[in-house]
């Protein structure tokens, strides 16, 4: 996992050039004492720096997936124990109780104490977690080593309470001493200790999940739907091919694998998620189909109805659901190497996107490209579950579609979906107070040309004033795609069939997610005056309106808000498509 080879990195870089500082200050000791308490301060110095070095070659071992060896740890601990031992000294304690030179050294020796409990506690765990991981298979013959996986959960909790108590250690420290330079590295190292502590409480989260997820104590199925994002909904693409997972105490089977269209629309609801969804997609009957499903960006309902379709058409009761994207399988191509298809060709990492969200247009009818998606799946499946691979790398990759919201998973059980949401893989719209812009884009051409389109979204928060801010929300959406050259199933326009377009346009829905209580103030779209229309979903007012994109424009939205004041840090999520959205945002801080 990468938190396990990012530990290595937490010791401190050139932190060791801070204790400079007391030479210049050992006048106010003895004569002898001052020599000594430079020799010290030296020592102190010259070990971190050597614990520098032979970190920075441990990292390497563990990057290249090397064994790391004991005699680079022990170099390690060898010298922040040196390091530790020279600012435990009797002259360094006198010298500590000085007004002056005080809190610096007291500064001083606890990087150095935090320094030497990284060596002796954290990188040691570390290596082991390294070692356990890609000295034997996690995934191994269509099965999860779940006791591996249990193991790796309990090294990562230990991990994480060792980083706990070395950032409160930190946090302990002087916060201002008469040498910037050492508060500048107290503050950098407790900063990068607490965010290595949140990645390693967060992968803890997931692989503890993970094994009631993969069956431990009973059999569990799963909806796997994958999402074509070049025809975007809210929870990222259209799922044009889906497969049934079952996992049953770690032995993982994919079955059932087929198109869109062989799962038939109902007459009537499958889910009832309340009169403020059915307002704003009971029109389009999003409870009824797959192929509007997952027009709202929160997973939990797309999920839902999945699995609702999937009993009303089986009879068979799921108990969860999971879906991914050409984006995120590519991202897991990285990791398990190509995979031949039914055609001979190779999938990678490199043309898994292109490949399945463009290249199969030109080459099939829709009819065999949906035959041959199916096989695509099939063929993955198959080599994801029954090939050797870097379990390292592996985990890794589905860290990533996690935090890039490309791997999601609903759970029907409670206690399970709760985990689900601490671990950031449920993909709920949050409930929340306080500052939030979610562009979501749903296609409404019925055409694959968001394989095309590109996002930028600026959020400037304006300051604080009788309980309100002014803000504003930028939007440019980019019709990036050629004038000619693309197949009819790609370009068609199913939304206005009666009327000719230039070719590569297309019409999109994009819906903004504004922070609880917002008001909409006024808008333009390339400069006019805009409409939006208003409705709310989980607490949060959408604001929305339909925009037409011809190939190689450019349409620039904004959005001005009157939003509740908080000094809560603003949330901006992305819509996984295609393209990562480009975000900035710009605040002026509530002052109290």
Known sequence: M??????????LRRR?????????????????????????????????????????????????????????????RKHTAAARSAA???????????????????????????????????????????????????????????GRLSAATDLLGNVHRQLTGIETSLNGLPGSTVVGRLDMARQRLSDRVARLSDSVSEAEATTRLLVPLLGASEPRS??????????????????????ILTADRGRITLHDFASDDTLPRTATPVANFGPAF????????????????????????AAQIWVGLWQRHTGQRLDGAIATDPVGLARVLEATGPVRLPDGKQLTADNAVEFTESTLYASYSNTERKRFLVQVAQSVAVALLRQDHDSVALLHALRQNVDDGRLRVWSRDASTASALEESGMAGEIPERKGPFAYLVVNNSAGNKMDYYLR?????????????????????????????????????????????SHPPGSTSIWFSLYASSGAQFTGGTLDGRPLLLSSTEERGHPV?????????????????????????????????????PQTTKVRVQPCVK
Not at 2 to 11: G, I, K
Not at 45 to 56: C, E, F, G
Request: proline residues 6%.
């Open 88 to 146: 435990a000294t009797p002259v360094w304690s006198v010298a500590e109780k000085l007004p002056l030179m005080g809190p610096p050294l007291h500064s001083a020796r606890g990087l150095s104490v935090a320094a030497d409990e990284m060596a002796t506690g954290v990188l040691p765990e570390a290596v082991r977690l390294h070692q356990m991981l890609t000295s034997g298979r996690i995934v191994h013959h269509g099965r999860v080593d779940l």
């Open 222 to 243: 799963y909806f796997l739907a994958f999402q074509n994002n070049a025809e975007a909904r809210g929870t990222g693409g259209l799922v044009g091919t889906f497969g």
């Open 278 to 301: 059915d307002r704003r997609y009971g029109a389009v009957e999003s409870t009824q189909g797959l192929a509007n499903s997952n027009l709202s960006a929160h997973f939990p309902y």
């Open 2 to 11: 990468e938190s396990a080879r990012a530990f290595a990195a937490l010791m």
């Open 455 to 499: 996002r930028s979204l600026t959020y400037e928060l304006g300051p604080c004033e009788g309980g309100t801010r002014s803000s504003v929300v930028r939007i440019r959406l980019t019709n990036a795609a050629p004038t000619s050259g693309l197949p009819a199933l790609v370009a068609l326009r199913s939304d206005d069939p009666r009327h």
């Open 543 to 579: 604001f929305g309106t339909r925009v037409e994109l011809l190939p190689g424009q450019t349409r620039e939205v904004e959005i001005r808000l009157l939003e509740p004041a908080s000094d809560r840090t603003p949330v901006v999520p992305s819509q996984p498509l295609v393209q």
């Open 16 to 76: 060791h050039r801070a204790f400079l500082w007391v030479v210049g200050a050992v006048g106010l000791l003895s004569a002898a004492s001052a020599g000594f308490l430079v020799w010290e301060v030296r020592a102190v110095q010259s070990n971190l720096a050597a614990a520098q070095v032979a970190t920075d070659r441990l990292q390497t071992e563990m990057a290249s997936h090397r064994r790391p060896s004991a005699e680079v740890l022990g170099d390690i």
